[in-house]
C-alpha cells in the first residue's frame, strides 16, 4: 500500500512563500510521475502542477505557472511544491497524488492518478 503524506501548508500573507512536501512510501517511487492537484471550499478539485518520473518533463496550471516550482528527490521519496508570490486565491487545501508510470507521457487529469495524500491547508491572507 502506497502512502502519500504531505506537508508544510499554513497561513500566509499574500506575497508570501510556502512550500510544500510529499513524502511518498515504497521502493517503486521513481517509477511514477507525481502530481500537486488542489481544492478551494465550494469548488472543485483542480490541477496545480506535475513532474515526470525523472523530473526532466513538468507541467504546471496557467494560474501559478511562474509562481510556483515542482520538484522531486527520487531518493528521498519525495517531491516539493515550493510557491512564491502566494495569493489569497491560492487559499485552498493542497494534495499530492501519483500519476502513471514511466515510460507514458506526462498527464495532468486526475483520472491518471491513483494514490492520493490527506491534503494540506494552505491559507493566503490579503
Known amino acids: 500500500q502506497i502512502q502519500l503524506v504531505e506537508s508544510g501548508g499554513g497561513l500566509v500573507q499574500a506575497g508570501g512563500s510556502l512550500r510544500l512536501s510529499c513524502a511518498a512510501s515504497?521502493?517503486?517511487?521513481?517509477?511514477?510521475?507525481m502530481g500537486w492537484f488542489r481544492q478551494a471550499p465550494g469548488k472543485e478539485r483542480e490541477f496545480v502542477a506535475a513532474?515526470?518520473?525523472?523530473?526532466?518533463?513538468?507541467s504546471y496550471a496557467n494560474a501559478v505557472k511562474g509562481r510556483f516550482t515542482i520538484s522531486r528527490d527520487n531518493a528521498k521519496n519525495t517531491v516539493y511544491l515550493q510557491m512564491n508570490s502566494l495569493k489569497p486565491e491560492d487559499t485552498a487545501v493542497y494534495f499530492c497524488?501519483?500519476?502513471?508510470?514511466?515510460?507514458?507521457?506526462?498527464?495532468?487529469?486526475?483520472?491518471?492518478?491513483?494514490?492520493w495524500g490527506q491534503g494540506t491547508q494552505v491559507t493566503v491572507s490579503s
Open positions: 513532474i515526470s518520473w525523472s523530473g526532466v518533463t513538468i
Open positions: 515504497g521502493r517503486t517511487f521513481d517509477y511514477y510521475d
Open positions: 497524488a501519483r500519476g502513471a508510470r514511466r515510460p507514458v507521457p506526462l498527464r495532468v487529469a486526475e483520472t491518471y492518478y491513483d494514490y
